[in-house]
């Protein structure tokens, strides 16, 4: 199957958009991550994680298949994107709470309530 473009909004310019192509295996692996670990900040009480502890966490998990500074940077931005697709198809993430004055990283984010952490 194809491999699905994880992109951003270009600016106001037009711009073409800042695409990403990553195989349908790695955003299925990288979802399945990302709603493990909120499931398991949800088992220990936390209903909502901050955007930016969940890139922190996929990324220390990662670190060993990661060498170099660019391959961090580029992992970060796969993961960020990812995050911004689940929250804009929104049946797998949603915020909690207004987003408007936050930063991304410190945006608090929960599994939909439809998710079912063990179908991941």
Do not use: C
């Amino acid at each position: 199957s194809a491999a699905p473009a994880v992109g951003e909004e270009g600016d106001r310019t037009g711009a073409a958009k800042a695409q990403v192509s990553i195989s349908n295996e790695k955003f299925q692996k990288m979802t399945s991550a990302i709603v493990y670990y909120i499931n398991r900040e949800n088992n220990k009480g936390i209903d909502a994680v901050k955007w930016g502890d969940v890139t922190l966490w996929y990324l220390d998990t990662h670190e060993q298949e990661l060498e170099t500074e660019e391959e961090l940077d580029r992992e970060l931005d796969i993961v960020n994107k990812v995050i911004r697709r689940l929250l804009a198809e929104g049946s797998t993430l949603m915020y909690i709470g207004s987003q408007d004055d936050k930063d991304e990283d410190d945006r608090l984010i929960a599994l939909h309530p439809s998710v079912d952490p063990a179908s991941f």
